[in-house]
C-alpha cells in the first residue's frame, strides 16, 4: 500500500542554498501526525514551506495522495495543493479583523464533503472568543498565532503544516492547547506535520518524530524509540537527556564502568566482547538508594515539579544525571554524598 | 527564473522610465558645439561655484530651521503647538520661484515695503532703508523657506519615534536638556535629518524657476541656455552629466540615510507617547515666536503678497482664463496620477512576486528620475525622441514622431511620470514594507491566485497608501514648472507657467493672480495628507 504523504530523497533549499539535503520520509495513513524537531535555523522551516509550494526543488519528490506536488519537473503552484501553512510569525491580513480572517479560511474548500470543523468550535479550542473583532496590530503575538493556527484548521486541508505553532503562547494555556488540538486534528483525520524545537511537544504530538541536525534527517521513528533508541551520538547531544560515559563490553549482557562498576541488561545492538564503547546514561536509568555504598558528589539539582534530576560527579569527572521522584523524603544538597543502586540494570543499553 | 505577467510588466516600465536617465549618461561621449569652449574658458567656473554656494546656504538655513521646529513642536507643549504642528508643513505649497517674487516685490524699490511704510508715516525717501533680497541671498531665503518642510517632517518623525527608553536613559544618567539633545536625540535623528538634508540638496541642485528669476547662474540654468540659447542638446546633457554626478551622490546618501533611519521605528507595542513638557513664561512665548515667524515667512508672507497684489489690480484676475487654467492643471493631475499609480503598482507586485536581481536593480535606477532635475528630464527626452525619430522611424520612411511626443501632452505626462515615478513607486513599496510576504503566502495556501491575491488583499490593504501618494503626485505637478514650460503644447498653460512667463515679463502683479491659486490648490493637497504625513502613532 502507497503512503499517504512521501517526501522521496529531496534536497531543501533557499535561494541556493542547501539546508537539508537527501531528505526521505513517509507519512503512512491519513490523519497521522508527524513533528520535525531540530534546533533553530537548522531548515525546519524550509521543509515546510518547500511542501506548500512556496520553495521549489532540483531533486526528488515530493507527493500527497498518489499525487506529485513537487520534483524537478512538476511543481504545483501553492494555491492549487489543497495544503495548509499555519506560520511561525503573524501571516493575518493586517487590514482584517480576526474573524473576518478565519472565515477567509472558511471559504476553502467550503464545497468539500468531509466532516466540517465549525467556526465556534475552533474559536473555543483556541481560546481565541474575546479577539475576534481586533485587527492583527491589536493583538499579541501568541493570540496572533493561535489566530492563524484558526485559520489553517479551518480549511481543512488535505496537508496541514504547522510551523512552531504554539512558540509564543503562553505555557498557561500551551498545554490545554496542544491537547485540544491533537484531539481535533485525530477526529477530523487531518494529516499534519509539526515542526517545533520543543522536544516535548513533538513527543506529544507526533505518532512519529524526525530529528534534524546537520543538514541531515538524521531519525526518523516513534518517539518513545527516538528518545529510548537515539541512533547516533548527534541525537543523543541534541536531545541533551542523557551523557555518554567510557565502557567497555564484558559479555552479551553486560559491560563494566570504571565508576559504576558492572552494568547487565539489554543492548539494542551487539558490540563483540572487549568493545571499547560510550554508553548512554540517562536520567531513569539508575536508581537512588540511600543504602547504597555506591555514593557520588552531587554538583546540581534541578527541580522539575514532579522530579528532581541529581547531577552526580563520579572519580573520573563524568556528570551523571539520575531522576528521584519530588516526594522523595531525603532531598540532597550540592556537595552531599548521593548513593545508587546496585546491581545497576538497565532493560535496553544504547551504546556506540 | 519564471516569466510571467508582473515580471515582464514590471521589466518593460522600469525600462520605459530607465532610457531617458540613460540617455542623459550616454550623451556625455557625444561630440559638442564650439558653445562648450566658449563656456568653459568663461562661465563654467562661475556655474560650479554658484551651485555650491547656492547648496550650502540652504542647507544651513533648511537645517536651523527644519531641525530647531521640529525639536520645539515634538518634545514641548505652549499655546499655539497643535496649530504649528500641522501649518509649518503649508510651505510646501509655496514653490521657491514664487516665494522669490513675493520676496522681491516686497522689498523692491517702491515695492509693498515702501507702501506699507508710506502710510504708515506718510511720503519719505524709504527705498534706502529697505534692504535689498535679491541676487544670491535671496535665492537662498526663498528656497530655504520652500524647502525647510523637508527637513522639519523627516526630523519630527524621527523625534516622535524615538524610543522614549533612549530619552529616559538620558535622564538618568543625569544629562542636562541640552546635553541631551546632543548627545541623544540629535545623533538618533541623524539619518533622518541626513536624508531631509539631501532632499532639499537635490531639490536645490534641480531648481529653475527661481534662479532664473534672480537671474544667478548655476548649472541647471546653464543647461536650459545651453538648449535655448544655442541649441546644443549634447552640451546640455554634458553638464547635466556633471550635475547628475553630483546628486547621485546625495541619492545615494539619502537612501542610505533613509535605511539607517528605520533602526530606530520600533514594531508593534515599541511605540509610545512621549509626554510633552510643557512650556510657561518666556520660554513658552520664545517657542511661540519662533514657530509663528517662521510659519509667516515662509507661508503667510507670501500668501498675503500674492493676495494684495491680486485685489490691488484685479483686473489681472479677470484676465487670467481661470477656468482653463484650472482644467489644464486638472488634466495634467489625474492623467499623470492614474498612469503613475497603474504603473508602480504593477511594478511594485511584480518586484515583490518575481524576487528578480535584474528588476531590482532597473527598479532601483528608475526611482532615481526625482533625483534628475526636470529640465535635465525635459531634455533628455526631446534627445531620446530625435534620436528615434531620426535613425528609426525616417530611416524606416516613416512618419515624424516629434510631434506626438514633443509639445503635447503625452509627452508631458511621461516625463511627469519619469520625474515622479520614485514618489509613486517608493510611497507604494512602503505601504508594501508594512506587509509581512507571509501574508501572500497565506494567501497562496487559502487558494488565492498572484492576481485575486493583489485584488483582494493588496488593493484595500494599500488604500491609504494610494491616497497619499495620488495626492503627492498632484501637489508636484501643480507646481512644477521646468517639465511644462518645455514640453507643454502650444497655448497649452498651467497655474506655474502662466506664472513664471509673466514674471518674466517683469509684470509681478501678473504672475500674482496664478501663483495666488497655485498655492491655495496646494496647501488644499497637503491639508489633505497632513493626516499621514504627521500621524503620531504608527496605526
Known amino acids: 500500500m502507497s503512503n499517504y504523504f512521501e517526501v522521496k530523497n529531496v534536497d531543501f533549499k533557499v535561494a541556493d542554498k542547501t539546508k537539508v539535503k537527501n531528505v526521505s520520509f513517509s507519512i503512512e495513513n491519513e490523519g497521522d501526525i508527524i513533528c520535525l524537531l531540530g534546533p533553530s535555523g537548522i531548515g525546519k522551516t524550509t521543509i515546510l514551506r518547500t511542501i506548500a509550494g512556496l520553495e521549489k526543488i532540483d531533486e526528488g519528490s515530493i507527493s500527497l495522495k498518489n499525487q506529485i506536488l513537487s520534483s524537478k519537473k512538476i511543481n504545483i503552484e501553492p494555491e492549487n495543493r489543497n495544503v495548509s501553512l499555519s506560520f511561525q510569525d503573524n501571516s493575518l491580513f493586517p487590514h482584517y479583523t480576526v474573524e473576518k480572517n478565519i472565515l477567509l479560511g472558511a471559504e476553502k474548500n467550503k464545497d468539500s464533503k468531509n466532516k466540517k470543523i465549525k467556526f465556534n468550535e475552533v474559536i473555543d479550542l483556541l481560546n481565541i472568543p474575546t479577539i475576534l473583532n481586533k485587527y492583527p496590530h491589536q493583538i499579541s503575538a501568541g493570540e496572533a498565532q493561535r489566530a492563524s493556527l484558526a485559520r489553517s484548521l479551518i480549511t481543512q486541508p488535505d496537508l496541514l503544516l504547522l510551523d512552531e505553532p504554539l512558540s509564543n503562547v503562553d505555557q498557561s494555556f500551551k498545554e490545554e492547547i496542544q491537547v485540544n488540538l491533537k484531539k481535533i486534528l485525530n477526529s477530523l483525520k487531518i494529516t499534519t506535520i509539526v515542526v517545533t524545537h520543543d522536544s516535548y511537544e513533538a513527543f506529544y504530538l507526533g505518532s512519529k518524530c524526525g530529528i534534524i541536525l546537520n543538514k541531515e534527517l538524521k531519525q526518523y521513528d516513534d518517539p518513545y524509540k527516538v528518545y529510548h533508541f537515539p541512533n547516533s551520538v548527534e541525537v543523543v547531544n541534541f536531545l541533551n537527556r542523557g551523557i555518554l560515559i567510557p565502557a567497555e563490553v564484558t559479555s552479551p549482557k553486560s559491560l563494566e564502568n570504571k565508576d559504576l562498576g558492572t552494568i547487565t541488561g539489554n543492548f539494542i545492538k551487539p558490540f563483540p566482547i572487549g568493545s571499547k564503547v560510550k554508553l548512554l546514561i540517562q536520567p531513569e536509568d539508575l536508581q537512588h538508594d540511600d543504602k547504597s555504598n555506591l555514593k557520588f558528589e552531587v554538583v546540581d539539582r534541578k527541580f522539575r515539579g514532579t522530579n528532581f534530576i541529581y547531577t552526580l560527579k563520579t572519580s573520573t569527572n563524568h556528570l551523571i544525571p539520575v531522576l528521584v521522584h519530588s516526594h522523595h523524603i531525603h532531598q540532597h544538597d550540592i556537595d552531599e554524598k548521593f548513593g545508587i543502586k546496585r546491581p545497576i540494570y538497565i532493560d535496553h543499553i544504547v551504546c556506540f | ?539
Open chain 2, 1 to 539: 527564473m519564471k516569466i510571467n505577467f508582473w515580471f515582464l510588466s514590471s521589466i518593460i516600465i522600469s525600462i520605459i522610465v530607465v532610457l531617458p536617465i540613460l540617455v542623459v549618461f550616454s550623451s556625455f561621449f557625444q561630440d559638442t558645439s564650439n558653445y562648450f569652449e566658449i563656456l568653459k574658458e568663461t562661465f563654467f567656473f562661475e556655474y560650479v561655484f554658484n551651485s555650491l554656494t547656492l547648496l550650502i546656504g540652504v542647507l544651513f538655513f533648511t537645517f536651523i530651521l527644519g531641525v530647531g521646529a521640529a525639536y520645539i513642536v515634538s518634545f514641548y507643549e505652549f499655546p499655539g503647538s497643535n496649530f504649528f504642528k500641522w501649518s509649518l508643513i503649508l510651505s510646501f505649497a509655496v514653490p521657491p520661484y514664487i516665494y522669490a517674487y513675493s520676496l522681491f516685490a516686497f522689498f523692491e524699490n517702491y515695492g509693498t515695503a515702501y507702501t506699507i511704510l508710506k502710510n504708515l508715516f506718510g511720503e519719505g525717501n524709504y527705498n534706502q532703508l529697505i534692504p535689498k533680497f535679491d541676487g544670491m541671498f535671496g535665492l537662498i531665503l526663498s528656497i530655504s523657506f520652500s524647502l525647510y518642510a523637508y527637513v522639519y517632517i523627516l526630523a519630527r518623525s524621527s523625534f516622535l519615534y524615538q524610543s522614549q527608553n533612549l530619552i529616559e536613559l538620558g535622564k538618568n544618567l543625569g544629562f542636562s536638556k541640552i546635553k541631551s539633545f546632543y548627545s541623544v536625540i540629535l545623533p538618533a535623528a541623524r539619518p533622518a535629518i541626513v536624508a531631509g538634508l539631501s532632499l532639499v540638496a537635490m531639490e536645490t541642485l534641480a531648481e529653475f524657476g527661481a534662479v532664473d528669476f534672480f537671474s544667478v547662474n548655476t548649472l541647471t540654468t546653464g543647461i536650459y541656455n545651453a538648449w535655448i540659447a544655442f541649441d546644443d542638446l549634447a552640451f546640455a546633457n554634458r553638464i547635466s552629466f556633471f550635475l547628475l554626478l553630483f546628486i547621485f551622490i546625495l541619492f545615494l546618501t539619502e537612501n542610505l540615510s533613509r535605511k539607517k533611519a528605520k533602526y530606530h521605528l520600533e514594531t508593534r507595542g515599541g511605540f509610545k507617547i512621549k509626554q510633552k513638557i510643557k512650556l510657561n513664561g518666556v520660554k513658552s512665548f520664545l517657542a511661540f515666536a519662533f514657530c509663528f515667524i517662521l510659519f509667516f515667512l515662509s507661508f503667510l508672507f507670501p500668501l498675503s503678497q500674492m493676495l494684495y497684489w491680486t485685489i490691488k489690480f484685479p483686473d489681472n484676475l479677470f484676465d487670467l482664463k481661470l477656468t482653463e487654467l484650472l482644467l489644464n492643471t486638472l488634466y495634467l493631475v489625474f492623467l499623470s496620477s492614474f498612469v503613475l499609480l497603474f504603473f508602480s503598482l504593477i511594478s511594485n507586485y511584480g518586484n515583490r512576486v518575481s524576487k528578480n536581481k535584474i528588476l531590482n536593480i532597473l527598479s532601483t535606477l528608475s526611482i532615481s528620475g526625482y533625483a534628475i532635475p526636470g529640465v535635465i528630464l525635459a531634455i533628455a527626452f526631446i534627445t531620446l525622441i530625435a534620436w528615434f525619430d531620426e535613425n528609426m522611424f525616417q530611416v524606416l520612411g516613416l512618419l515624424s514622431i516629434k510631434k506626438i511626443f514633443i509639445g503635447s501632452v503625452l509627452g508631458l505626462v511621461i516625463v511627469y511620470c519619469i520625474r515622479f515615478y520614485s514618489l509613486a513607486f517608493n510611497g507604494i513599496k512602503s505601504g508594501y514594507e508594512k506587509m509581512n510576504i507571509a501574508v501572500d503566502e497565506s494567501a497562496y495556501l487559502l487558494g488565492y491566485s498572484k492576481f485575486k491575491t493583489f485584488s483582494y488583499i493588496h488593493l484595500p490593504y494599500l488604500r491609504n497608501s494610494l491616497l497619499f501618494v495620488l495626492i503627492l503626485i498632484s501637489l508636484e505637478i501643480v507646481r512644477e514648472l521646468p517639465i511644462t514650460l518645455i514640453l507643454r503644447p502650444f497655448n497649452f498653460e498651467t497655474f506655474a507657467t502662466t506664472a513664471y512667463i509673466s514674471a518674466s515679463e517683469d509684470l509681478l502683479e501678473a504672475a500674482a493672480v496664478p501663483s495666488l491659486f497655485l498655492i491655495v490648490i496646494a496647501s488644499f493637497f497637503i491639508l489633505l495628507t497632513s493626516k499621514y504625513i504627521l500621524r503620531e502613532n504608527n496605526e
